[in-house]
């Protein structure tokens, strides 16, 4: 993994996950890390396994989860408080997704 790639993933992620109640976008993410929509398409696939726009709605779902919380209970919960963002946003796959949808049982 490339130091400039982490750092492009650093400070799109960094965005991302300070702006809790507005909508967050690809081009948004890509402005701010002042890249094109190319590289960090690439730096996020090779730094988090993840398309710039899977994170980004794994990013949303995640905060969906934590309505009801205070802002900083649900960076918290968009973050994970004991892991990484990344891993948080590159964890299991999310339901109806094709890795859980492979795994029922035919039938």
Known sequence: ???????IVNIAESYALSRAG???YVSDLRAVARVSERTLQYAVKEVMGLTPVTYLIRVRLLRRAAVGHSPTKARLAVAGKAKSPRR????PAMPGSPARASAAPAG
Not at 1 to 7: D, I, Y
């Open 22 to 24: 507005d909508p967050v």
């Open 1 to 7: 993994m490339c130091p400039v790639q982490s750092r």
């Open 88 to 91: 948080v946003a590159a964890g």
